[in-house]
Structure formats: C-alpha cells, structure tokens
C-alpha cells in the first residue's frame, strides 16, 4: 500500500495555474516537543517535535499552491537542483529502482540511454561537492532532476521513480533517493552523555524548515512547510507519512510515537504550527461566505408593492 504523500507524485498531465502565494510563516515559533524511550532498544532516545507531526502539512506538488523552490520554474516543485545520494546504498537502491523504470515511466528515460540502447549511472548521475567531500547527485536536465517529468508528457508531471513505484504498488521511499522520500522529515541524531555517564543515541524527528537546505535555504523562492498554502492535508503528518517514519525510526518506536501524537491530538496541542492555524482559519472563512452566500440566495424575493395612486 502506498501512501501518496510522498513530494512530486503524478497529479495529471499538464499543471495547473498558480495561486498568488499566501506569505510563510516565520521560522521560528513556540513548539511542543515529546522524548520517549524506543521500546525496542532502551539506549534509544526518540525526540519528536509534534507541533509539526500534528499539523496538516501535505505535498502539494503540480497544484495551484506549489510555487517552487526556483523562481519561473514552478512545475519542478523541489526538483530543480537534483538529489545527492547518501551513501553507497543509496546509489545501489536507485539503481535497482532505475532497471524498473520504463519508458511510460520516465519522459527522460532517452537522455540517459548509450548508444547501445542502455541506461548507463554515468548519464544520470554526475560528480558533485557536498559539504566539502566528493559527491554523487542525480543529473540536472535542461534545469531540473533527469528523473523529473516535465509539463507535456503523456503520463502526467512528477518524479518518473514515484510514478513507477505507484504503477508497481510499492512505497515510493523503496525507490527514490534518501533526500526525497524523506523530505520534509528531518532526523538528526547524536550520541549524549547521561548524568550517570552512559551514553545514548538521541534522535530527534522535526521539520525540514528552510534552514535544513543550509545557508541557501533561505534564498529559496518559496518553500512549503511554512505556507499555510501547504497546510491543508486531510490527515495529520505523523499519520500520512507513517511509512516513512517507521523507516527512520522503527516500527515499535513508530507505534510509541502514533500513541502520544494520538493522545495530543484528543487533548489539544497548545502550540499548532502557525502554517496550519492560517489554513484553517481561512477554511473556515471561505465555509462561513459560502454558507452566507447560500443562506442569501435562499431567501424568497421580496414582493414589490404596488405603487400608490
């Protein structure tokens, strides 16, 4: 089962028009955040930030509200700049991901192929820097991801690798890259020292905010986790993107982790992301005038009275 929340799914064949953007909100405010022992490993320490796992964030990729990270090149959504790989697993998932792909998948799928017919790493990958140290990104094509299929193709806009995971019926996150599928879940971890001097692995699960793409974060032209244009998913985070929180944290620290969000969620969180709050009251304006505006229409019209002799 897939989840379909995953960044740059298909959503049709051509995109549609842009919205004018609703401002973001700041990056810095209030948080409520929970810090559980992983049932499954006593020496693990979740930290979650459930002001953001309880908002209603969702990818809205090839919609009005998605303005992309570049400006003028809205229809890429977060795909201009390419993915680095990780590590060497990464790169080894993507390629067994790219054997499955067909041509129905991936529009590029030519622009990567030899002249014997093959699809070769060399012509979708190409040698980068990341923080210094050699590295493998996807290859940018003509502005964006090679694995981006762009306005026009018979098979709808989106990540070729999202939409062959979708047409296999397996979890995008099995066959794109590290950077993708788990955008805009940020883990961090690190080793810390108790009072009792034993040490422990820390990791905090949050928002990749701005600040998580570096120093150029926040040059981007527009990034959605802070629109409230972004806002508007039918589920909270935590549950849309359960697959992709097992895979970071485990099943039972998962489960730990559904338990409290389940919990907060009934009592009411007291610091909701301000991205959230936004879309909701603007919901709630746009129900308010619809229901103003039938109530009017229903009134009967009132009857003229004759004019006086």
């Known amino acids: 089962m897939t989840t379909g929340a995953s ?37 693990h320490l979740i930290a979650a930030d459930l002001t953001w796992l309880l908002s209603r964030w969702t990818c809205v990729f090839g919609t009005p509200a998605c303005q992309g990270i570049i400006d003028g090149r809205e229809n890429d959504g977060c795909c201009s700049h390419g993915a680095f790989l990780s590590d060497e697993e990464d790169g080894k998932k993507l390629h067994r991901a790219v054997k499955m792909l067909t041509p129905e998948d991936w529009q ?16 979708y990958l190409e040698e980068d820097d990341l923080d ?32 062959m995971a979708l047409r296999k019926g397996l979890e995008p996150l099995t066959v794109k890259p590290e950077v993708c599928w788990q955008l805009p879940i940020r883990r961090t971890q690190e080793w810390v020292e108790r009072p009792d001097g034993v040490e422990i692995l820390r990791t905090a699960i949050g928002e990749y905010d701005r600040r998580g793409w570096g120093p150029g ?38 489960d730990e982790l559904a338990h409290h969000c389940r919990r907060r969620q009934g009592l ?25 505006g039938r109530a009017t229409s229903a009134k009967p019209a009132q009857k003229s009275r004759p004019a006086k002799r």
Request: charge should be negative; hydrophobic fraction near 40%; include cysteine.
């Open 7 to 43: 960044a740059s799914g298909p959503t049709g064949l051509r995109p549609a028009a842009k919205i004018d953007p609703t401002p973001e909100v700041e990056l810095d405010f209030p948080r409520e955040w929970i810090e559980f022992v992983d049932p499954a490993n006593d020496e």
């Open 217 to 254: 974060g926040l040059d981007l032209n527009w990034y959605c986790t802070g629109s409230p244009d972004a806002h508007v998913g039918t589920r909270p985070v935590w549950e849309a993107y359960a697959p992709e929180l097992i895979e970071l944290i485990g099943k039972p620290a998962y």
């Open 132 to 163: 210094d140290e050699p590295a493998l990104r996807t290859r940018r094509f003509d502005g964006a991801c090679i694995f981006l299929n762009r306005p026009g193709f018979s098979e709808g806009i989106g990540c070729a690798l999202h939409t």
């Open 108 to 123: 590029l799928m030519g622009e990567a192929t030899d002249d014997q017919g093959r699809v070769r790493k060399k012509l």
């Open 268 to 292: 009411g969180i007291v610091a909701v992301h301000p991205a959230t709050a936004i879309a909701q009251e603007k919901a709630a304006d746009a129900r308010a005038a619809g229901e103003n």
